[in-house]
């Protein structure tokens, strides 16, 4: 089992920054992959990013491309969301998500471990 710890939510105005980070603790080597999605009220999970375990391979959803960055941190067993330029539509719960595979997939069926989620609540 992997166990994910997300933090670094909060409420912030409409382009400011924000760090998300996500501790991976347990089987973390089956942690290869890890990535970010959100959910808003109302709507489905969606994928935001996610980045193999080197690092070498990142995907984002076009929608934050050019405003979030996500990396990792393997000695620490953390991935990290940098959200910047936020919006009014960046709100939403991120989850943290982990699976086996090799390279980021926007399929959330690939991901077998989650974590609880984080609020991002941006203001207008």
């Known amino acids: 089992q992997v166990q994910l710890i997300e933090s670094g939510g909060g409420l912030v105005q409409a382009g400011d920054s924000l760090r998300l980070s996500c501790a991976a603790s347990?089987?973390?080597?089956?942690?290869?992959?890890m990535g970010w999605f959100r959910q808003a009220p109302g709507k489905e999970r969606e994928f935001v990013a996610a980045i193999s375990w080197s690092g070498v391979n990142t995907a984002l959803v076009d929608s934050v491309k050019g405003r979030f960055t996500i990396s990792r941190d393997n000695a620490k067993n953390t991935v990290y969301l940098q959200m910047g330029s936020l919006k009014p539509e960046d709100t939403a719960v991120y989850y943290c998500a982990a699976g086996p595979i090799r390279l980021p997939s926007t399929n959330r069926q690939h991901y077998t471990y989650w974590g609880q989620g984080t609020q991002v609540t941006v203001s207008s």
């Open positions: 347990g089987r973390t080597f089956s942690a290869n992959v």
